[in-house]
């Protein structure tokens, strides 16, 4: 079946530095891939999707490519900033029939001024 | 469109009581899904709609609950009889099908006393 694994957190980092959130995944054919946060207290937003090999998701500084060699669907930032503190999960929708969003665990990211 | 709506925003409600959760998806949208997040256990799939019929519910804890969507505009969630272990935030999602990505509401965050 279909799975998503992301890094454990939380990831803790000062105002302006480089953010890496890794996450790999499992699924047959070509699925989308996503990026949701959530901020306390509130429901999961969509930050950024790619829907084929190659693309580049972006969205409020973020980014993630898809790397359908690697399997891989990891979330960027050059400069984090205090506001971006929340949850991260990486997700993908397969483009099978009858098709469920899987979730990875989430990543809590911590930035401290 | 106004997003996925959910209400009550706040239930809390004592052992042994019946709960029922509403969830208004995006018109047009044709999957459906509830989520329940907890702690310890994080972001969980509960029962997954398409078409209004149920697809999988293979994550309904037991058979205290139970999900229905008597049409393409409202779905149920309903906790009956209702467990302090079943205290925590209920996510319904919507969206287009396969490849797309799901639209969060708000969420109900339940306590059972």
């Known amino acids: 079946g279909n799975s998503v694994t992301q890094m454990e957190g939380p990831v803790t980092l000062s105002e302006e530095a480089f953010l890496t959130i890794n996450c790999t995944y499992t699924?047959?054919?070509?699925?989308?891939l996503f990026w949701y946060v959530q901020y306390p207290g509130e429901g999961l937003q969509l930050l950024l999707k790619?829907?084929?090999?190659?693309d580049k998701g972006s969205n409020k500084g973020f980014e993630a490519t898809y790397r359908k060699e690697t399997t891989s669907f990891h979330l960027e930032k050059g400069s984090v900033q205090v506001s971006d503190s929340a949850v991260y999960f990486c997700a993908l929708s397969s483009d099978s029939g009858y098709s469920t969003l899987t979730f990875g665990k989430g990543t809590m990211l911590l930035v401290s001024p | 469109d106004a997003g996925v709506i959910q209400s009550p925003r706040h239930e809390v409600t004592e052992m042994g009581q019946e709960v029922t959760l509403r969830c208004k998806p995006i018109s047009g949208h044709n999957s459906l899904f509830w989520y329940r997040q907890t702690m310890m256990r994080g972001l969980e799939l509960l029962i997954y709609?398409?078409?209004?019929?149920?697809?999988?519910d293979s994550g309904m804890p037991e058979d205290r609950f139970s999900a229905k969507m008597p049409n393409a505009s409202f779905s149920t969630l309903k906790i009956q009889p209702s467990e302090p272990r079943d205290s925590a935030v209920y996510f319904c999602a919507s969206s287009l099908g396969a490849k797309t990505e799901a639209f969060f509401g708000q969420g109900t965050r339940l306590t059972v006393v």
């Open positions: 709609f398409n078409n209004n019929v149920p697809i999988d």
């Open positions: 790619a829907t084929k090999a190659d």
């Open positions: 699924a047959t054919g070509y699925p989308s």
